[in-house]
């Protein structure tokens, strides 16, 4: 069981927005960044959002982050078929001393 | 450009010790802020953080697996090597040991290498 709380799957259509939550506690999300990877099938996570709603360069704009206490969420605006992924975020958790990841979304573009 | 690349055997038994080594390039492990971490994924299944070890040596473990891994560097080969002892089938996932980034700015792991899959069998 995750320390993070996402939903285990998402959905859209090409052009639409979906968003992906991610709950967490006081001693994780409450008190610290959250982070998004992104995973495409068969390869390796790569980090979509950094520091709640940093985009590393390269990652497009359609892609953007947020957190408010204790929850977190992705959102992917002009939803595309490249973006079928499984979404993964994570964060800092005070009492495991360590980085924690939550359970991962599988999104689907139909 | 960073890069790290996971090496080891993709098959180990039951109760044996697996060792896996991480060669990274593009960046020294004796700067700060700079730490390399292992997660891994079992088959369909979501990451799990394992192990981090940093510039200054200091090094954390998941709880839930301390007992059974050990973390160590050598810088002048530009290696990270995990250990893992007692392995079970349950071990049996993809490795990815990552770059990791940790000051006041944020804590990320980025990039991460390609992976290794280990499959515990007798």
């Known amino acids: 069981q995750s320390v993070l709380t996402q939903p285990p799957s998402a959905s859209g259509t090409p052009g639409q927005r979906v968003t992906i939550s991610c709950s967490g506690s006081?001693?994780?999300?409450?008190?610290?960044?959250v982070y998004w990877y992104q995973q495409l099938p068969g390869t390796a996570p790569k980090l979509l959002i950094y520091?709640?709603?940093q985009r590393p360069s390269g990652v497009p704009d359609r892609f953007s982050g947020s957190k408010s206490g204790t929850s977190a969420s992705l959102a992917i605006s002009g939803l595309r078929s490249e973006d079928e992924a499984d979404y993964y975020c994570?964060?800092?958790?005070?009492?495991?001393?360590?980085?924690?990841f939550g359970g991962g979304t599988k999104l689907t573009v139909l | 450009q960073i890069t790290l690349k996971e090496s080891g055997p993709t098959l180990v038994k039951p109760t044996q010790t697996l060792t896996l080594t991480c060669t990274f390039s593009g960046f020294s492990l004796n700067t700060y802020g700079v730490g390399v971490g292992w997660i891994r994924q079992p088959p369909g299944k979501a990451l799990e953080w394992l192990a981090l070890?940093?510039?200054?040596?200091?090094?954390r473990y998941s709880p839930s697996l301390k007992s059974r891994l050990t973390i160590t560097k050598d810088t002048s080969k530009n290696q990270v090597v995990l250990t893992m002892t007692n392995m079970d089938p349950i071990d049996t996932a993809t490795y990815y040991c990552a770059h990791r980034h940790d000051r006041a700015s944020g804590r990320w792991f980025d990039p991460w290498g390609q992976g290794t899959l280990v499959i515990v069998s007798a």
């Open positions: 070890i940093y510039w200054d040596d200091d090094t």
């Open positions: 994570a964060s800092w958790d005070d009492n495991l001393n360590g980085p924690v």
């Open positions: 520091r709640n709603n």
């Open positions: 006081s001693s994780n999300i409450g008190s610290h960044y």
